[in-house]
């Protein structure tokens, strides 16, 4: 069964494990070196080829980042320096490895890790999957094939635009709001979501996930709500689901 690097590109850090994607398992410790500040194109590209030498690995490379992608081109820069918006970083990462790169949204590839493999296994219908950390990112799923670049932290609601400014995971510690205010901004959107969505299921990721317990009874959508299961891997797992989808 192929093994396959996965490196997922966030805020904060960059962090890489070799997955086997038919099965979701990482078969490495996992590495992680901090996101460089400011996050321009070259000073993150090295850190991508520093977790990819950590492996002394060789062979195709996923690869999440936190904006809409297309191509392998990043689109946006919300949290990230706007020096990304338009630029080619399939093919930048690529220089740098020497290797055959898949750049997907971070939300993207948690949700499919997440539906392949954690709390949405199996599922059919519409399912969201939204990621709550320094921003709020979301994955659409219509019987299980994803809908890629949704931008549900986006939208505008409670008088924010962008909403994850309002309700984002790291909104909750710089405004040292209590579980039950956060949790409900939090139900807030996926009220909101559930109108214009009807999905079938919402499956809560990010960090939080793990706290699910702490919000849950403050979420009243009425529609099955859920933690996802595989917490800080699903990046990972799902970048090189990507990868491998993308040699096959
Ligand atoms: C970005 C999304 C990303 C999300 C989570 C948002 O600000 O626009 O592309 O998925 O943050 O990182």
């Not at 321009?40 to 520093?50: F, H, M, Q, R, S």
């Not at 490379?61 to 297309?70: H, L, M, N, R, S």
């Not at 549900?152 to 205010?181: C, K, M, N, Y």
Request: aromatic fraction near 8%; charge should be negative; include cysteine.
């Amino acid at each position: 069964m192929p093994v396959l690097l996965g490196i997922d590109i966030g805020g904060s850090g960059i962090k890489g494990n070799l997955v086997e994607p038919e099965t979701g398992l990482l078969l490495a410790e996992r590495f992680k070196v901090p996101t460089p500040q400011p996050s321009l194109p070259p000073d993150v590209a090295n850190a991508v080829a520093e977790v990819a030498s950590h492996f002394a690995y060789r062979g195709p490379i996923g690869c999440t980042f936190p904006a809409i992608v297309k191509g392998g081109v990043t689109w946006s820069a919300a949290n990230v320096d706007t020096a990304w918006i338009g630029y080619d970083a399939a093919g930048l990462f690529g220089r740098v490895t020497g290797e055959r790169i898949t750049v997907i949204n971070d939300a993207d590839a948690a949700g499919m890790a997440e539906m392949a493999f954690g709390a949405g296994a199996g599922e059919r219908g519409v399912v969201l999957v939204l990621t709550f950390g320094t921003g709020i990112g979301s994955a659409l799923f219509s019987d299980g094939r994803l809908v890629p670049n949704t931008e549900f932290g986006h939208i505008e609601l409670a008088g924010f635009r962008p909403v994850e400014q309002w309700a984002a995971a790291r909104v909750r510690s710089d405004e040292d709001l209590t579980w039950e205010d956060w949790g409900r901004r939090v139900d807030r959107l996926l009220h909101h979501l559930e109108q214009v969505l009807s999905p079938d299921l919402f499956i809560i990721g990010g960090g939080v996930a793990r706290r699910f317990a702490k919000f849950q009874d403050f979420l009243t959508v009425p529609v099955k709500t859920v933690a996802a299961l595989l917490e800080n891997e699903a990046g990972i797992v799902g970048a090189a689901m990507a990868a491998a989808r993308s040699i096959r």
